[in-house]
């Protein structure tokens, strides 16, 4: 994607597993009118609590590697024992293009992806980090059953995402018990780079 073509920002939110991205950006999406959210796709099952089109549009594998096929995604990975997960092309492109702040919560290896295509002017990177593996092994637990085969994938990504915090922009810490700190962080963040879009 050409810089010429981009008159808007694109805002990566990445995130160690149970890091806690999904919560911060509900969170930003009551509280600021002025951006548009990115919804991922995934071959997960839906968990209790979450909206299809909302937190995900969830898949099939084989309605995922249909579109794979279709050269619809962005980009795409697999993990988690097999899973998938990708971001269409609709949902970002056009829309920053055509001057919108749009937010995608992504994975890391998504995320390297993206960001070589997005010029660095038009490209945020927001990392969300919660503590020791300890601590994101209890908030993972919490929130859906999960086995332990799974919760051992979880814990390899966990210490290989870590290092991508190096390549954010911004850092946001959400401890456990200190969510609303991790709030208002994120919050000046993002009033942040809208100001510095608006100043283009």
Same mark, same amino acid.
């Given at each position: 994607?050409?810089?010429?073509?981009?008159?808007?920002?694109?805002?990566?939110?990445?995130?160690?597993?149970?890091?806690?991205?999904?919560t911060?950006?509900?969170?930003?999406?009551?509280?600021?009118?002025?951006l548009?959210?990115?919804?991922?796709?995934?071959?997960?099952?839906?968990?209790?609590?979450?909206?299809?089109?909302?937190?995900?549009?969830?898949?099939?594998?084989?309605?995922?590697?249909?579109?794979?096929?279709?050269?619809?995604?962005l980009?795409?990975?697999?993990?988690?024992?097999?899973?998938?997960?990708?971001?269409?092309?609709?949902?970002?492109?056009?829309?920053?293009?055509?001057?919108?702040?749009?937010?995608?919560e992504?994975?890391?290896r998504?995320?390297?992806?993206?960001?070589? @295509?997005i010029?660095? *002017? #038009?490209?945020?990177? !927001?990392? /969300?980090?919660?503590?020791?593996?300890?601590?994101? %092994?209890e908030?993972?637990?919490?929130?859906?059953?999960?086995?332990?085969?799974?919760?051992?994938?979880?814990?390899?990504?966990?210490?290989?995402? @870590?290092?991508?915090? *190096? #390549?954010?922009?911004? !850092?946001? /810490?959400?401890?456990?018990?200190?969510?609303?700190? %991790?709030?208002?962080?994120?919050?000046?963040?993002?009033?942040?780079?809208?100001?510095?879009?608006?100043?283009?």
């Amino acid at each position: 994607m050409e810089k010429n073509d981009i008159k808007g920002h694109l805002i990566l939110v990445v995130a160690v597993p149970g890091g806690g991205k999904s919560t911060l950006i509900s969170h930003i999406r009551e509280v600021n009118q002025n951006l548009s959210f990115a919804v991922s796709c995934t071959s997960r099952p839906i968990r209790p609590g979450e909206v299809e089109g909302e937190n995900y549009f969830f898949l099939s594998d084989e309605e995922f590697k249909d579109r794979i096929e279709k050269e619809d995604f962005l980009e795409w990975i697999q993990q988690d024992g097999g899973r998938y997960y990708g971001t269409l092309k609709s949902e970002i492109v056009d829309r920053v293009k055509a001057g919108e702040v749009v937010v995608r919560e992504v994975e890391v290896r998504g995320a390297d992806m993206i960001r070589n @295509l997005i010029p660095k *002017d #038009n490209l945020s990177i !927001i990392f /969300v980090t919660a503590g020791s593996w300890e601590e994101m %092994a209890e908030r993972i637990r919490d929130r859906a059953p999960i086995s332990e085969e799974e919760l051992s994938f979880r814990r390899e990504r966990y210490e290989k995402e @870590l290092l991508f915090a *190096d #390549n954010a922009d911004y !850092i946001v /810490v959400n401890r456990n018990g200190e969510l609303a700190k %991790a709030k208002k962080g994120f919050e000046e963040i993002i009033d942040h780079i809208i100001g510095k879009v608006k100043k283009r």
